[in-house]
């Protein structure tokens, strides 16, 4: 069975500064996918990562993919509070266009 | 350009009613449909996935079903509700290697 794991869970941070958030999954995929969710509202697709190595950049986030270890980050680089949201990293399970999704990191940015 | 519609966007049902939320995607054809959950807080679980008309694989064993009777409508019900069954569902279709989320349908049940 396919987990897909993030970390952290919750990140306060200040802005101006950068962080990372963490996306480990269990088994081999090609397929890694980046997205944002404001409160009670949808998902809003990032990124799509379809390569080891791949790596995207929009604005103040880029997401890269590291199959081999099975790991995506994603990097904000000096924050503003407009990107305060909780981020979903989501694999595709046997390239098949299942995702399985991580539990989120809830990010808050603060002055 | 493509779009998805969800509706009803917010409901509330007692426990052992009927549910019936509907999902239509415009400006494509033959797409992969989903339907995910959302719990409270929580991250969001793949519950079906339809690759064609009438065909329906579903992942998570539940009181709910669903259907898909036309190429780009995707249904889903149960004859019972739960309190379990609390949640922000999100209809999500594919053209190939992404996949767009709808906005979303939030059932609570009383």
């Known amino acids: 069975e396919l987990k897909v794991e993030q970390n952290p869970l919750f990140l306060s941070m200040q802005e101006g500064k950068n962080y990372t958030i963490y996306c480990n999954y269990s088994?081999?995929?090609?397929?890694l996918y980046w997205y944002r969710q404001d409160p009670g509202k949808s998902l809003e697709s990032l990124f799509v990562?379809?390569?080891?190595?791949a790596v995207k950049q929009e604005g103040r986030l880029m997401a890269s993919l590291d199959t081999k270890a099975r790991l995506s980050t994603l990097h904000i680089t000096a924050a503003v509070h407009d990107l305060s949201a909780t981020y979903f990293c989501?694999?595709?399970?046997?390239?098949?266009?299942?995702?399985?999704f991580g539990t989120g990191t809830r990010l808050q940015v603060f002055p | 350009s493509q779009t998805i519609h969800q509706w009803p966007a917010t409901l509330v049902q007692p426990v052992g009613s009927p549910l019936s939320l509907e999902c239509t995607v415009e400006?494509?054809?033959?797409?992969?449909l989903y339907w995910y959950r959302q719990a409270a807080g929580r991250g969001l679980q793949l519950l079906f996935y339809?690759?064609?008309?009438?065909?329906i694989s579903s992942e998570v064993p539940q009181n709910l079903s669903a259907s898909r009777p036309q190429d780009r409508q995707f249904i889903l019900s149960s004859k019972k509700l739960l309190l379990s069954d609390s949640g922000f569902y999100l209809c999500?279709?594919?053209?190939?290697?992404?996949?767009?989320f709808g906005e979303g349908s939030w059932l609570t049940v009383v």
């Open positions: 999500a279709w594919s053209p190939r290697y992404t996949i767009y």
């Open positions: 088994t081999t995929s090609d397929r």
């Open positions: 990562l379809l390569s080891n190595g």
């Open positions: 989501a694999v595709d399970e046997d390239n098949t266009d299942k995702l399985i």
């Open positions: 400006g494509t054809s033959n797409p992969n």
């Open positions: 339809s690759v064609g008309i009438g065909q």
